[in-house]
Protein backbone atom coordinates (compact mmCIF):
# COMPACT_ATOMS: atom_id res chain seq x y z
CA UNK A 1 0.00 0.00 0.00
CA UNK A 2 1.04 3.37 -1.06
CA UNK A 3 2.55 5.33 1.94
CA UNK A 4 1.59 9.35 2.28
CA UNK A 5 4.33 10.76 0.44
CA UNK A 6 4.05 8.80 -2.13
CA UNK A 7 0.40 9.53 -2.92
CA UNK A 8 0.57 11.85 -6.66
CA UNK A 9 -0.02 15.14 -6.04
CA UNK A 10 -2.90 14.83 -8.71
CA UNK A 11 -4.63 12.79 -6.18
CA UNK A 12 -4.53 15.08 -3.34
CA UNK A 13 -6.08 17.80 -5.73
CA UNK A 14 -9.10 15.79 -6.73
CA UNK A 15 -9.93 14.70 -2.66
CA UNK A 16 -9.54 18.63 -2.56
CA UNK A 17 -11.93 19.26 -5.43
CA UNK A 18 -14.27 16.80 -3.89
CA UNK A 19 -14.19 18.74 -0.56
CA UNK A 20 -14.22 22.33 -1.57
CA UNK A 21 -16.33 22.08 -5.14
CA UNK A 22 -18.52 19.53 -4.92
CA UNK A 23 -18.74 19.77 -1.18
CA UNK A 24 -18.53 16.07 -0.14
CA UNK A 25 -18.52 14.51 3.49
CA UNK A 26 -15.32 13.78 4.96
CA UNK A 27 -16.48 10.51 5.34
CA UNK A 28 -17.36 9.83 1.47
CA UNK A 29 -13.91 11.52 0.81
CA UNK A 30 -11.87 9.46 3.21
CA UNK A 31 -13.77 5.98 1.43
CA UNK A 32 -12.74 7.73 -2.19
CA UNK A 33 -8.84 8.53 -1.23
CA UNK A 34 -8.72 4.50 0.26
CA UNK A 35 -10.19 3.44 -2.92
CA UNK A 36 -7.57 5.32 -4.88
CA UNK A 37 -4.34 4.37 -3.03
CA UNK A 38 -5.81 0.83 -3.11
CA UNK A 39 -5.66 1.30 -6.89
CA UNK A 40 -2.33 3.03 -7.11
CA UNK A 41 -1.32 0.63 -4.89
CA UNK A 42 -2.28 -2.43 -7.74
CA UNK A 43 -0.78 -0.60 -10.80
CA UNK A 44 3.21 0.22 -9.05
CA UNK A 45 2.60 -3.56 -8.26
CA UNK A 46 1.82 -4.70 -12.02
CA UNK A 47 4.53 -1.28 -12.72
CA UNK A 48 1.84 0.97 -14.80
CA UNK A 49 1.31 4.35 -15.09
CA UNK A 50 -2.11 5.70 -13.78
CA UNK A 51 -1.42 8.31 -16.40
CA UNK A 52 -1.57 5.71 -19.19
CA UNK A 53 -3.39 2.88 -18.53
CA UNK A 54 -5.67 0.89 -21.08
CA UNK A 55 -8.80 -0.45 -20.91
CA UNK A 56 -7.39 -4.21 -20.51
CA UNK A 57 -5.68 -3.20 -17.90
CA UNK A 58 -8.45 -2.14 -16.21
CA UNK A 59 -10.15 -5.50 -16.90
CA UNK A 60 -7.16 -7.25 -14.80
CA UNK A 61 -7.72 -4.95 -12.23
CA UNK A 62 -11.43 -5.92 -11.59
CA UNK A 63 -10.33 -10.03 -12.07
CA UNK A 64 -7.71 -8.82 -8.92
CA UNK A 65 -10.32 -7.74 -7.16
CA UNK A 66 -12.78 -10.12 -7.69
CA UNK A 67 -10.70 -13.38 -7.68
CA UNK A 68 -7.85 -12.33 -5.54
CA UNK A 69 -9.21 -10.17 -2.97
CA UNK A 70 -12.60 -11.16 -2.80
CA UNK A 71 -14.62 -8.07 -3.10
CA UNK A 72 -18.34 -8.12 -3.38
CA UNK A 73 -19.90 -6.64 -6.19
CA UNK A 74 -21.38 -3.89 -4.23
CA UNK A 75 -17.84 -3.22 -3.42
CA UNK A 76 -16.09 -3.27 -6.97
CA UNK A 77 -18.75 -1.22 -8.24
CA UNK A 78 -18.09 1.49 -5.76
CA UNK A 79 -14.57 1.06 -6.50
CA UNK A 80 -15.43 1.62 -9.97
CA UNK A 81 -17.35 4.83 -9.30
CA UNK A 82 -14.57 6.48 -7.42
CA UNK A 83 -12.02 5.83 -10.08
CA UNK A 84 -14.52 6.96 -12.46
CA UNK A 85 -14.55 10.53 -10.92
CA UNK A 86 -11.22 10.59 -10.19
CA UNK A 87 -10.56 9.92 -13.92
CA UNK A 88 -13.05 12.27 -15.26
CA UNK A 89 -10.79 15.01 -13.03
CA UNK A 90 -7.60 13.83 -14.79
CA UNK A 91 -9.61 14.16 -18.02
CA UNK A 92 -10.95 17.46 -17.65
CA UNK A 93 -7.59 18.97 -15.95
CA UNK A 94 -5.74 17.87 -19.30
CA UNK A 95 -3.52 15.05 -17.38
CA UNK A 96 -4.98 12.21 -19.09
CA UNK A 97 -6.51 12.27 -23.14
CA UNK A 98 -9.88 10.20 -22.03
CA UNK A 99 -11.57 9.06 -19.31
CA UNK A 100 -11.03 4.91 -19.64
CA UNK A 101 -13.35 4.29 -16.72
CA UNK A 102 -16.09 5.80 -18.39
CA UNK A 103 -15.64 2.37 -20.99
CA UNK A 104 -15.73 0.25 -17.60
CA UNK A 105 -19.44 -1.55 -16.39
CA UNK A 106 -19.55 -3.14 -13.20
CA UNK A 107 -20.73 -6.27 -11.99
CA UNK A 108 -24.40 -6.81 -11.69
CA UNK A 109 -25.29 -5.72 -8.05
CA UNK A 110 -27.14 -7.95 -6.12
CA UNK A 111 -30.68 -6.31 -5.61
CA UNK A 112 -31.01 -5.71 -1.56
CA UNK A 113 -34.44 -4.25 0.02
CA UNK A 114 -32.68 -0.98 2.60
CA UNK A 115 -32.60 -2.14 6.38
CA UNK A 116 -34.73 -0.27 8.57
CA UNK A 117 -35.52 -0.42 12.27
CA UNK A 118 -39.05 -1.26 13.18
CA UNK A 119 -41.23 1.69 15.04
CA UNK A 120 -40.85 -0.44 18.54
CA UNK A 121 -37.21 -0.67 17.62
CA UNK A 122 -36.71 2.95 17.69
CA UNK A 123 -38.87 3.66 20.51
CA UNK A 124 -36.49 1.15 22.21
CA UNK A 125 -33.42 3.00 21.17
CA UNK A 126 -34.83 6.20 21.78
CA UNK A 127 -34.81 5.67 25.34
CA UNK A 128 -31.20 4.97 25.93
CA UNK A 129 -29.91 8.20 26.33
CA UNK A 130 -29.87 9.78 29.54
CA UNK A 131 -31.81 12.98 29.61
CA UNK A 132 -30.44 14.42 33.21
CA UNK A 133 -26.20 14.46 31.31
CA UNK A 134 -25.75 17.16 28.18
CA UNK A 135 -24.34 13.89 26.56
CA UNK A 136 -27.37 12.08 27.04
CA UNK A 137 -29.46 15.09 25.46
CA UNK A 138 -27.49 15.73 22.48
CA UNK A 139 -27.47 11.46 21.71
CA UNK A 140 -31.48 11.39 21.75
CA UNK A 141 -31.69 14.40 19.90
CA UNK A 142 -29.45 12.94 17.11
CA UNK A 143 -31.68 10.23 16.70
CA UNK A 144 -34.94 12.26 16.94
CA UNK A 145 -33.42 14.41 14.24
CA UNK A 146 -32.17 11.64 12.43
CA UNK A 147 -35.51 10.34 11.79
CA UNK A 148 -37.75 12.99 12.16
CA UNK A 149 -35.62 14.75 9.08
CA UNK A 150 -34.04 11.64 7.26
CA UNK A 151 -31.03 14.03 6.64
CA UNK A 152 -27.93 11.86 5.66
CA UNK A 153 -25.31 12.28 8.49
CA UNK A 154 -22.63 14.60 6.46
CA UNK A 155 -25.75 17.30 6.48
CA UNK A 156 -26.75 16.32 10.50
CA UNK A 157 -23.46 17.63 11.62
CA UNK A 158 -22.73 20.52 9.25
CA UNK A 159 -26.49 22.08 11.07
CA UNK A 160 -25.76 25.63 12.77
CA UNK A 161 -28.27 27.25 15.25
CA UNK A 162 -29.21 29.77 12.50
CA UNK A 163 -30.07 27.34 10.15
CA UNK A 164 -33.34 26.20 12.43
CA UNK A 165 -36.14 27.95 12.03
CA UNK A 166 -38.20 27.42 15.50
CA UNK A 167 -41.27 28.33 14.53
CA UNK A 168 -41.89 27.04 11.95
CA UNK A 169 -40.16 23.80 12.47
CA UNK A 170 -37.59 24.00 9.22
CA UNK A 171 -34.22 23.71 9.07
CA UNK A 172 -32.27 24.82 6.24
CA UNK A 173 -29.76 21.71 5.08
CA UNK A 174 -26.64 21.75 2.77
CA UNK A 175 -26.50 18.83 0.63
CA UNK A 176 -24.51 17.27 -2.18
CA UNK A 177 -23.61 19.48 -4.67
CA UNK A 178 -23.73 22.63 -2.05
CA UNK A 179 -27.54 22.08 -2.80
CA UNK A 180 -29.75 24.03 -0.52
CA UNK A 181 -33.59 22.29 0.91
CA UNK A 182 -35.85 22.31 3.61
CA UNK A 183 -36.75 19.80 6.14
CA UNK A 184 -39.22 19.99 8.87
CA UNK A 185 -39.42 18.09 12.21
CA UNK A 186 -42.32 17.34 14.56
CA UNK A 187 -43.04 17.38 18.31
CA UNK A 188 -40.84 14.35 19.61
CA UNK A 189 -37.87 16.06 17.61
CA UNK A 190 -38.82 19.91 18.61
CA UNK A 191 -39.01 18.80 22.25
CA UNK A 192 -35.65 17.09 22.44
CA UNK A 193 -34.20 19.61 20.38
CA UNK A 194 -35.38 22.53 22.89
CA UNK A 195 -34.06 20.34 26.09
CA UNK A 196 -30.97 20.15 24.10
CA UNK A 197 -30.31 24.35 23.49
CA UNK A 198 -31.76 24.99 26.79
CA UNK A 199 -29.30 23.19 29.07
CA UNK A 200 -27.02 20.20 27.18
CA UNK A 201 -25.91 22.52 24.72
CA UNK A 202 -24.97 25.61 27.29
CA UNK A 203 -22.68 23.05 29.17
CA UNK A 204 -20.99 21.77 26.10
CA UNK A 205 -20.63 25.17 24.08
CA UNK A 206 -17.42 25.94 25.62
CA UNK A 207 -15.74 27.37 23.04
CA UNK A 208 -18.59 29.63 21.45
CA UNK A 209 -19.39 27.39 18.65
CA UNK A 210 -22.47 28.31 15.91
CA UNK A 211 -22.43 24.40 14.94
CA UNK A 212 -25.87 22.56 16.84
CA UNK A 213 -24.14 19.57 17.58
CA UNK A 214 -21.19 19.33 19.62
CA UNK A 215 -18.80 16.56 21.12
CA UNK A 216 -17.79 16.65 24.91
CA UNK A 217 -14.79 18.77 24.54
CA UNK A 218 -16.96 21.88 22.86
CA UNK A 219 -15.86 21.17 19.08
CA UNK A 220 -17.88 20.21 16.27
CA UNK A 221 -19.42 16.96 16.23
CA UNK A 222 -18.18 14.58 13.51
CA UNK A 223 -19.48 11.74 11.07
CA UNK A 224 -17.49 9.70 12.60
CA UNK A 225 -18.49 10.98 16.35
CA UNK A 226 -22.35 10.24 15.55
CA UNK A 227 -21.28 6.70 14.24
CA UNK A 228 -19.18 6.26 17.17
CA UNK A 229 -22.21 7.39 19.52
CA UNK A 230 -24.87 5.08 18.07
CA UNK A 231 -22.67 2.08 17.77
CA UNK A 232 -22.88 2.49 21.15
CA UNK A 233 -26.00 3.04 22.28
CA UNK A 234 -27.62 0.19 20.11
CA UNK A 235 -25.37 -1.92 22.54
CA UNK A 236 -27.78 -1.07 25.26
CA UNK A 237 -30.49 -2.18 23.49
CA UNK A 238 -32.01 -5.62 23.02
CA UNK A 239 -31.63 -5.00 19.29
CA UNK A 240 -29.75 -7.56 17.29
CA UNK A 241 -29.13 -5.34 14.25
CA UNK A 242 -26.13 -3.13 12.96
CA UNK A 243 -26.93 0.58 13.31
CA UNK A 244 -25.59 3.67 10.68
CA UNK A 245 -27.01 6.89 10.50
CA UNK A 246 -28.34 5.97 6.81
CA UNK A 247 -29.84 2.89 8.42
CA UNK A 248 -32.17 5.54 10.04
CA UNK A 249 -33.08 7.62 6.93
CA UNK A 250 -34.15 4.23 5.40
CA UNK A 251 -36.29 3.88 8.29
CA UNK A 252 -37.73 7.55 7.62
CA UNK A 253 -38.40 6.76 3.94
CA UNK A 254 -40.17 3.50 4.41
CA UNK A 255 -42.20 4.56 7.70
CA UNK A 256 -43.06 7.22 5.15
CA UNK A 257 -43.95 5.30 2.23
CA UNK A 258 -45.97 2.15 4.52
CA UNK A 259 -48.01 5.10 6.06
CA UNK A 260 -49.79 6.02 2.68
CA UNK A 261 -47.13 8.94 1.94
CA UNK A 262 -46.43 9.30 -1.94
CA UNK A 263 -42.84 8.55 -3.64
CA UNK A 264 -42.45 12.28 -4.80
CA UNK A 265 -42.53 13.99 -1.96
CA UNK A 266 -40.38 11.09 -0.17
CA UNK A 267 -38.28 12.13 -3.15
CA UNK A 268 -37.88 16.03 -2.44
CA UNK A 269 -37.86 15.06 1.74
CA UNK A 270 -34.56 13.10 1.24
CA UNK A 271 -33.28 15.62 -1.08
CA UNK A 272 -33.06 12.94 -3.74
CA UNK A 273 -32.19 14.45 -7.51
CA UNK A 274 -33.81 11.67 -9.27
CA UNK A 275 -36.53 9.49 -8.66
CA UNK A 276 -34.81 6.70 -9.25
CA UNK A 277 -33.00 6.72 -6.45
CA UNK A 278 -36.13 6.83 -4.03
CA UNK A 279 -37.59 3.22 -5.95
CA UNK A 280 -35.34 1.69 -3.78
CA UNK A 281 -37.81 2.20 -0.85
CA UNK A 282 -41.22 1.18 -2.83
CA UNK A 283 -40.73 -1.88 -0.63
CA UNK A 284 -43.14 -2.77 1.94
CA UNK A 285 -43.13 -4.74 5.26
CA UNK A 286 -44.93 -7.64 5.25
CA UNK A 287 -47.17 -6.70 8.11
CA UNK A 288 -48.04 -3.71 6.01
CA UNK A 289 -48.69 -5.85 2.95
CA UNK A 290 -51.41 -7.95 5.25
CA UNK A 291 -52.67 -5.04 6.57
CA UNK A 292 -53.79 -3.56 3.05
CA UNK A 293 -54.65 -7.17 1.57
CA UNK A 294 -57.14 -7.79 4.58
CA UNK A 295 -58.85 -4.54 4.14
CA UNK A 296 -58.85 -3.92 1.05
CA UNK A 297 -59.46 -7.60 -0.45
CA UNK A 298 -63.25 -8.28 -0.51
CA UNK A 299 -62.75 -11.77 -0.20
CA UNK A 300 -60.11 -12.15 2.15
CA UNK A 301 -62.18 -12.10 5.27
CA UNK A 302 -65.87 -13.16 6.24
Do not use: W
Not at 120 to 148: C, H, K, W
Amino acid sequence: MLKEDEIPQEVNDYLEYLKYQKNYSDYTIINYKDDIIEYLSYLNREYLDFKKVEYSDIRFYLMYLKDEKKDDNSSINRKLSSLRGFYKFLANEKIVKTNVFSLVNGPKKSKKLPRFFEYNELEELFSVPDLRTPLGQRDRLILEMLYATGVRVGELVKIKIDDIDFGRKNIIILGKGNKERFVTYGEYCEESLKNYIQDGRVALNIKDSKSLFLNNQGGNLTERGVRYILDQLIQKTSIQKKISPHMIRHSFATHLLNEGCDLLTVQKLLGHESIKATQIYTHVTTDRLKEVYFNSFPRAKK
